[in-house]
Structure formats: C-alpha cells, structure tokens
C-alpha cells in the first residue's frame, strides 16, 4: 500500500524559515518523480517545486531562490526547505509522487498524495 506521511508545518512569522519532510512507503521510490503542491483558500493548487530521478528541479516564480526541494533515497524522504516566507506562503501543503520520468509541475499527473500539512505565515 502506498503511503505517503508528511510533517513539518506549522506557524512562523514573516522572514522565518520552515522544512517540510515526506516519508514514503512506495516500491521503487528512486524512480519517482516527486513534487510539493500547495493550496490555499479559495485558490486553486499550485505546484510549488518537483524533483525528477535525476534530481533535477523545477520550482514556481513565486518561490524561486527561496524554496529548496531535496529527495534523500535511503530514507524515502522528500523535502521542502522554505526561507523568507512571506504571508502569501500560507496554505495547506501537499508531497505527491509520480511514477513516471517526466517530472512536470502539475498535480493533476501526479498518482499518490500526502494528507496535507498546514503552513501559516503571519505578517
């Protein structure tokens, strides 16, 4: 059963830092292409950042040179380092895997889903 776990979130304020992390159960998790999605209120979701097998990236204009996704294979764990957060970082976030090479920033190719973790950045 695939089962992703994430953690991480919570409240900061304006300039400060959080790390999301993912911990999957999925055979084959080095081939995955992985990504971190975001929705806020009333919004519709957006792909923040993914990693392909190769370790190669792609991340929103809204949080290039801020974010960092990482992927460590030994442990099956995905992450999401975020700096300088500004109050329009807050929503809830969401790891997701793709069993496929292509690694696009879109949920709607994405197979597996986390539940959720909730990011709240105060002004």
């Known amino acids: 059963q695939v089962q992703l776990v994430e953690s991480g979130g919570g409240s900061v304020q304006a300039g400060g830092s959080l790390t999301l992390s993912c911990v999957a159960s999925i055979p084959g998790y080095n081939d995955y292409c992985l990504g971190w999605f975001r929705q806020a209120p009333e919004k519709e979701r957006e792909g923040v950042a993914v990693?392909?097998?190769?370790?190669?990236?792609s991340y929103a204009d809204s949080v290039k040179g801020r974010f960092t996704i990482s992927r460590d294979n030994a442990k099956n764990t995905l992450y999401l380092k975020m700096d300088t957060l500004k109050p329009e970082d807050t929503a809830m976030y969401y790891c997701?895997?793709?069993?496929?090479?292509?690694?696009?920033?879109?949920?709607?190719?994405?197979?597996?889903w986390g539940q959720g973790n909730q990011v709240t950045v105060s002004s």
């Open positions: 997701a895997a793709r069993s496929e090479y292509s690694c696009p920033r879109n949920g709607a190719y994405f197979q597996y």
């Open positions: 990693i392909g097998r190769d370790r190669s990236t």
